[in-house]
C-alpha cells in the first residue's frame, strides 16, 4: 500500500548566495550518482527470446530439469513425481525439486517432506555412486526445498524457500565442498539478501558467477505486474560461506502460458546450458492438458 504525502505549507522562498546553492547543488548531484551506483545491478538485464518448445512428460519432466557436462556427452537430466525412487520415498522423501550439476559432474537434487525439521539433498557422483546429505532447518526456515543452484565455482549451492521471500539460502555443495558429510549435518552457510521480494520460486540457475535467472510461480502478479514471471538477480558477489551478498531482482518477460485447456498453469523448474547459451523453462498445463501440451521452452538471449 502506497502512503499518503502530506502537502507542506507554503513559506516564503529562503534566498541564498549564488556559490552557496551551487555548491549545495553539486553535493546533491553527488550524492544521488553515488546512491544510483551503490543500488545499480552487477550487469544489465537480459533479454530472451523464445526459440521453440518440447513436449514435457507429467510424470518424469514435470519438477525440474538440468544440463549435465561430465561426462561428456550425457543428456539432460529432469525430475518428477516419476523419478522418485522408492527407497527414498518410503522414507518420506516423497517431493523432488528442480536439480542442478556441477560443472565437474556432481548431480544434486533437492527433496522435502510433509512435515519435520529437515531437508534432503541427493548428490549423484561423476563415477554414479548416490549420497545423501540431511540439512536441519535453521531458525524461521520453510520446510519446503524447491530448487537449488549450484555456484560455476562449484563450491556453495544456492536454494529458495515457497511463499513470499525476501533470501535465497546458501548451503555449502554436499560432496564437492571438502567441509561436507553424509555423516554431518548440512549447515546453512549464508544468505543472499534480496532488494525486492519474490514469490513461489520453483527453480533458479546461474548464468554467470554473479547472475540467477529464476523461474517464479507467482500466481498474483502483483510484485512485477505479471504473472509467472522469469526473474534475473544480479548478486553483489559469489555467494560464499564468510558473508552474505546481496541480490537485485528484475523481471525480464512473462513465461509462456499456452494451451488448448483454459486455467491455472504452473511454472516449474529452469536450466542454462552455457555450452549453448540456452535457457529452458517448464511450464505445465491446465486441467488434463498437463498430460498432452505441457511444454519445456527454449530461449535464446538477444
Request: hydrophobic share 35%; glycine share 10%; net charge neutral.
Amino acid at each position: 500500500m502506497r502512503g499518503q504525502r502530506c502537502q507542506a505549507a507554503r513559506t516564503a522562498p529562503t534566498v541564498r548566495p549564488i556559490g552557496t546553492a551551487r555548491t549545495a547543488l553539486t553535493a546533491l548531484v553527488a550524492a544521488v550518482a553515488a546512491a544510483a551506483l551503490s543500488t545499480a545491478p552487477a550487469s544489465a538485464a537480459d533479454t530472451w527470446t523464445e526459440v521453440g518448445s518440447d513436449r514435457a512428460n507429467p510424470l518424469t519432466e514435470s519438477q525440474g530439469l538440468t544440463s549435465v557436462e561430465v561426462p561428456a556427452g550425457s543428456p539432460n537430466r529432469y525430475t518428477g513425481v516419476g523419478t522418485i525412487p522408492s527407497s527414498v520415498s518410503n522414507r518420506g522423501w516423497n517431493h523432488v525439486g528442480d536439480p542442478d550439476a556441477s560443472f565437474n559432474g556432481y548431480y544434486i537434487e533437492p527433496y522435502q517432506r510433509d512435515s519435520g525439521s529437515s531437508k534432503m539433498f541427493r548428490v549423484q557422483a561423476p563415477g554414479g555412486a548416490w549420497s545423501e546429505y540431511v540439512h536441519q532447518l535453521s531458525a524461521g526456515e520453510a520446510l519446503n526445498n524447491s530448487w537449488v543452484a549450484i555456484n560455476p565455482n562449484g563450491q556453495f549451492m544456492v536454494g529458495g524457500e515457497w511463499g513470499t521471500m525476501s533470501r535465497f539460502i546458501v548451503y555449502p555443495t554436499p560432496s564437492v565442498n571438502s567441509g561436507t558429510s553424509p555423516s554431518a549435518n548440512l549447515p546453512q552457510a549464508s544468505t543472499v539478501v534480496l532488494d525486492r521480494p519474490v514469490r513461489d520460486i520453483q527453480g533458479c540457475d546461474f548464468s554467470t558467477p554473479t547472475t540467477l535467472l529464476c523461474s517464479s510461480d507467482d500466481p498474483a502478479g502483483t510484485l512485477f505486474g505479471m504473472t509467472k514471471p522469469l526473474l534475473q538477480v544480479d548478486l553483489s558477489g559469489e555467494p560464499n560461506g564468510s558473508a552474505d551478498v546481496r541480490g537485485h531482482v528484475t523481471a525480464l518477460r512473462q513465461l509462456p502460458l499456452r494451451s488448448s485447456c483454459s486455467g491455472s498453469f504452473e511454472a516449474e523448474g529452469i536450466d542454462y546450458d552455457r555450452r549453448t547459451s540456452t535457457l529452458r523453462v517448464i511450464v505445465l498445463s491446465p486441467g488434463f492438458c498437463v498430460a498432452t501440451d505441457s511444454k519445456t521452452y527454449r530461449f535464446t538471449r538477444s
